[in-house]
């Protein structure tokens, strides 16, 4: 698979950007009281942890990630006592139990080789009664930007599909992320949808961001010899729904699903 995640500055300008705004509509939904301790798994550039800190006055957070390219971005970004980050995995967790009352994951569980134990180990990370909470870019559907890249790749080429994300990641609907909450035995569990505006000022802001290599779609976009890549950028210069002043105005979706812990007693 075409998965690069070594470059923390790319990642920023091809869906980074867009993250912030579900993030903080994502916190909002969680309403965690203010003084919390927080565990962020799979922080990538900290968008989730910098909105936690705006927004949730946290006690502390704990942000963990394997990427130490996107780390470097994240800590570049947020200079505050109560952050601390680590390299890390969510299935190799290093942290202590019932140490926190809030382990979140932004943009990142369907990624997770192995989701169970990552669920586990976030559930041992939190007291009991606590919350453990997701979010996930809603690939087959309303996640448009990167739902229209994948449509018109696989217009050209049919063997696109088995990389496109909407197929890799089943999970990442309602209904399956549900099914995978329930299945870890968290109580109370809920999802909700979370739409922002993803408005690109001309074609090549949408487009250049694909031409980075991070992450799937651009890694298969970066694959391509020229004149298939080129091909690729004419068909999505033809199907983008482009206003008069050329910007593209599209709507990225995502899906959030929150869980309690079993409570004592």
Not at 144 to 155: G, I, K, S, T, Y
Request: glycine share 10%; net charge negative; hydrophobic share 45%.
């Amino acid at each position: 698979m075409l998965d690069n995640w070594d470059d923390g500055d790319k990642y920023e300008r091809y869906v980074g950007r867009w993250s912030r705004p579900v993030a903080s509509a994502f916190v909002d939904w969680l309403g965690i009281p203010e003084g919390g301790r927080w565990l962020d798994v799979g922080c990538g550039t900290g968008a989730l942890t910098r909105t936690i800190l705006e927004r949730c006055q946290p006690a502390a957070t704990l942000s963990i990630d394997p990427s130490e390219g996107f780390l470097g971005v994240a800590r570049r970004a947020i200079d505050d006592p109560r952050a601390r980050f680590e390299v890390g995995s969510a299935e190799t967790l290093a942290v202590g139990e019932d140490l926190v009352d809030a382990a979140v994951s932004g943009l990142v569980l369907n990624f997770m080789p192995d989701k169970p134990a990552a669920l586990a180990a976030m559930t041992r990370a939190t007291r009991p009664g606590g919350t453990v909470a997701a979010y996930v870019w809603d690939y087959t559907g309303h996640m448009e930007l990167m739902r229209r890249f994948w449509d018109a790749a696989v217009a050209l080429d049919p063997a696109a599909a088995a990389l496109d994300e909407g197929a890799r990641f089943p999970e990442t609907t309602a209904e399956g992320l549900t099914a995978l909450f329930e299945s870890a035995a968290f109580e109370e569990v809920a999802t909700q949808a979370i739409d922002v505006p993803t408005v690109f000022v001309d074609f090549d802001d949408y487009w250049t961001p694909f031409l980075s290599g991070i992450a799937p779609a651009p890694g298969y976009c970066t694959s391509l010899d020229e004149p298939r890549r080129a091909a690729l950028r004419e068909r999505l210069r033809e199907t983008l729904p482009t206003a008069g002043d050329g910007s593209i105005a599209l709507t990225a979706r995502a899906w959030a699903v929150r869980g309690r812990t079993v409570s004592v007693g």
